[in-house]
T-cell receptor
Framework: NAGVTQTPKFQVLKTGQSMTLQCAQD?????MSWYRQDPGMGLRLIHYSVGAGITDQGEVPNGYNVSRSTTEDFPLRLLSAAPSQTSVYFCASSYHGQGAGNYGYTFGSGTRLTVV | EDQVTQSPEALRLQEGESSSLNCSYT??????LFWYRQDPGKGPEFLFT???AGEEKEKERLKATLTKKESFLHITAPKPEDSATYLC???????????FGKGTMLLVSP
């Protein structure tokens, strides 16, 4: 049981480049979300999904795009990378409803992104 | 807007020295308060969910409690392996996502 798998683990981009951060889970979780973690800022929500075909914006969505065509995958796209997007990105998934509380949200190991 | 404030930002303890971490929250309809542990370079690891005031949960040397305005994570006789950042988060009723505090970095020295 792999849990939540994020790739790549590290990435360096030049300003203006685009890329996709991959997130896959094998637990049949309905909920998936993307957070970024910056020093002194805590975890902030970028985008989230409550099921395949349904996505919505979080607290800091600008410059990012998401789609969810399957239950398992929830990729995060950086459209035109900027130095302000240098951060550690975490994907998380959970069951819906009471299951989200009972079992918590499972996080991936993160992608450390540097934009130069 | 949901708000979560954790204190202290950092805490250094000697092995065996018990203490508590605080999480104050403001949320319109609490669906759950979550505690996570995060080790350097890793993703957060789920510890507990608390749902209502007066509830308590325990796991090894950790005990989490909840009131209507705050939650405490009590650490009894900590060991060096308890060193980590502890994160608190709330989930609002009707929402699927979490709002996190900035965390408390705990260092336990032998």
């Amino acid at each position: 049981n792999a849990g939540v798998t994020q790739t790549p683990k590290f990435q360096v981009l030049k300003t203006g480049q685009s890329m996709t951060l991959q997130c896959a889970q094998d637990m049949n979780h309905e909920y998936m979300s993307w957070y970024r973690q910056d020093p002194g800022m805590g975890l902030r929500l970028i985008h989230y999904s409550v099921g395949a075909g349904i996505t919505d914006q979080g607290e800091v969505p600008n410059g990012y795009n998401v789609s969810r065509s399957t239950t398992e995958d929830f990729p995060l796209r950086l459209l035109s990378a900027a130095p302000s997007q240098t951060s550690v990105y975490f994907c998380a998934s959970s069951y819906h409803g009471q299951g989200a509380g009972n079992y918590g949200y499972t996080f991936g190991s993160g992608t450390r992104l540097t934009v130069v | 807007e949901d708000q979560v404030t954790q204190s202290p930002e950092a805490l250094r303890l000697q092995e065996g020295e018990s203490s508590s971490l605080n999480c104050s929250y403001t949320v319109s309809g609490l669906r759950g308060l979550f505690w996570y542990r995060q080790d350097p370079g890793k993703g957060p690891e789920f510890l507990f969910t608390l749902y209502s005031a007066g509830e308590e949960k325990e796991k090894e040397r950790l005990k989490a409690t909840l009131t209507k305005k705050e939650s405490f994570l009590h650490i009894t006789a900590p060991k060096p392996e308890d060193s980590a950042t502890y994160l608190c988060a709330v989930r609002r009723t009707g929402y699927s996502t979490l709002t996190f505090g900035k965390g408390t970095m705990l260092l336990v020295s032998p």
